[in-house]
């Protein structure tokens, strides 16, 4: 991931080389062979064990750092989703708490230096963000049968913009999966492209110093923008299980 | 610039160059790995965190409850103790004014008959006194009178005169009176 | 020539990001001149700046997609 600092003469950049999947004992990539990506879900996983499970084990009455932070995030989501979707939204919220807390943990494990950043593939974020999707849709036909389709057919508009509208509509429902995957795995991709690209530039002594306040100031938009997609996500399912729940508002 | 990195990708990880995300060959890889990852925390999450800490919040909530019901509690306590030491004070005073103002009753009483005896007593001493007074005034002007008379008888002999006891002792009579 | 073109393709895409700096500016600006007028309804209103945001932002994400494809996949 990191050997490009040194390859002949000139400047090499090589931003894309730490999205490589790589197997983790040699051979080829298979369906089920552990890789990075297999490494750093399961640290993901042990972060949302370690934030949510481990703080909480002693159910302290008046919370210590870690127990507040649980809870924090709890009731961060919780509010979240009962302000977007309603009271009736609520038995969703553990599927919506487990998008959160694995976007969230896997973009800062995504952040720590020579790591793999599992949400910065397409692949991932599609499955997240496709996943959301078809969930919704089902629910949405399930919970109210045709009339999910007056989504689509905006009573308040005057009725020969009607059918226009529907269209718009409807690519703009189905444009939602696209939108919501690459919003996440672009901005993940393009912030630690950038970063690498500055480190790229700290190949020139001169410029050297310039580089490495331009990755420091990066990283720490990086930082900030990790945690408000990880929001921006959680927050569109919300409002996509809302249109769910509630096709006419 | 392109030439090099894609030589040197293709080099370095014999795939096709370029975005690793565009790669199909991993995504049945990733794809199976983060179902697994999704499914784990699902089940972490929905089966032993959340409904731990939503156990936590609530038990939180039901403690701040009872305990601010346990103030309230003590607080009306406290109040009633407050009224109730009112209460005890105000009649502890009314008793300590009650019996002050009956001791002070019997004394009044009792301090009227003493001077009423006393006026009495005195009343009657001075009864006496004056009696006796009077009684000696008497006396001396009798006395005076018949000093008067015998000076006066003494006088008119001396001067020669023969005294007339009855014109003297009119004469002492009109000038004792005036 | 086709690797250079698809250079000059990948730098005109790269305009896209800067034009979603725009609107991403836009958004919070208005959303700072609002919340200072009526400071009181600006809390409840975070949620949708942030969802304004994630809009525009995406746009231009999409533009920087653009860009790297036709650095690296083309």
């Known amino acids: 991931m990191a050997d490009e600092a040194k390859s002949g003469g000139g400047l090499s950049f090589k931003p894309m080389d730490q999205f490589e999947v790589k197997s983790l004992f040699g051979g080829e990539v298979g369906m089920f062979t552990i890789t990075n990506v297999t490494l750093w879900l399961a640290l993901a996983v042990l972060a949302v064990i370690g934030l949510l499970v481990l703080t909480t084990s002693k159910r302290e009455t008046v919370p210590g750092r870690g127990q507040s932070i649980a809870e924090l995030m709890y009731g961060f989501v919780y509010k979240m989703v009962e302000d977007v979707t309603g009271k009736d939204g609520i038995k969703y919220f553990p599927y919506i708490m487990t998008l959160f807390m694995f976007i969230l943990c896997a973009n800062f494990l995504g952040l720590i230096p020579m790591s793999f950043t599992t949400t910065s593939h397409i692949a991932v974020t599609a499955v997240l963000g496709f996943g959301v999707f078809i969930a919704v849709t089902v629910l949405g036909f399930a919970l109210n049968g045709a009339a999910f389709l007056g989504l689509f057919w905006p009573t308040s508009a005057p009725l020969p913009l009607r059918p226009v509208l529907a269209v718009i509509e409807l690519i703009s429902y189905f444009v939602r999966p696209v939108s919501h995957s690459i919003r996440l795995a672009g901005n993940m991709m393009a912030g630690h492209a950038v970063l690498k690209v500055f480190a790229g530039f700290a190949q020139v002594a001169a410029i050297a110093p310039v580089a490495i306040v331009g990755v420091m100031a990066i990283y720490g938009l990086e930082v900030l923008v990790s945690a408000i997609q990880a929001y921006v996500f959680t927050i569109l399912t919300c409002v996509y299980l809302k249109d769910a729940l509630h096709p006419h508002h | 610039m392109a030439e090099n990195t894609n030589a040197a990708g293709e080099v370095a990880a014999g795939a096709p160059p370029g975005m690793p995300q565009l790669n199909t060959d991993y995504f049945a890889n990733q794809i199976f790995w983060l179902i697994i990852t999704l499914v784990v925390i699902y089940f972490v999450l929905s089966r032993v965190a959340l409904p731990r800490i939503a156990a936590i919040l609530a038990e939180r909530q039901g403690t701040i409850t009872n305990d601010i019901a346990a103030a309230e509690d003590l607080k009306a306590k406290a109040e009633a103790a407050e009224a109730a030491y009112e209460k005890a004070l105000a009649d502890a005073r009314a008793e300590a004014q009650r019996i002050a103002g009956e001791t002070k009753a019997a004394i009044q009483a009792d301090l009227d008959v003493a001077i009423e005896k006393a006026d009495a007593e005195i009343a009657a001493k001075a009864a006496e006194s004056e009696k006796a007074i009077a009684e000696i005034r008497a006396g001396a002007q009798d006395a005076v009178k018949e000093v008067a008379k015998d000076a006066a008888q003494d006088i008119v002999a001396l001067m020669g005169g023969k005294a007339d006891a009855k014109a003297i002792t009119a004469a002492v009579n009109d000038r004792m009176k005036g | ?74």
């Open chain 3, 1 to 74: 020539m086709e690797g250079e073109l698809a250079h000059i393709g990948a730098g005109l895409a790269g305009l896209g990001t800067g034009l979603a700096a725009l609107g991403v500016g836009n958004v919070a600006g208005n959303f700072l001149a609002g919340a200072l007028r009526n400071p009181s309804a600006a809390a409840g209103q975070t949620a949708t700046l942030f969802i304004g945001i994630a809009f525009a932002e995406a746009l231009g994400i999409f533009s920087f997609l653009v860009a790297l494809l036709l650095m690296f996949a083309v």
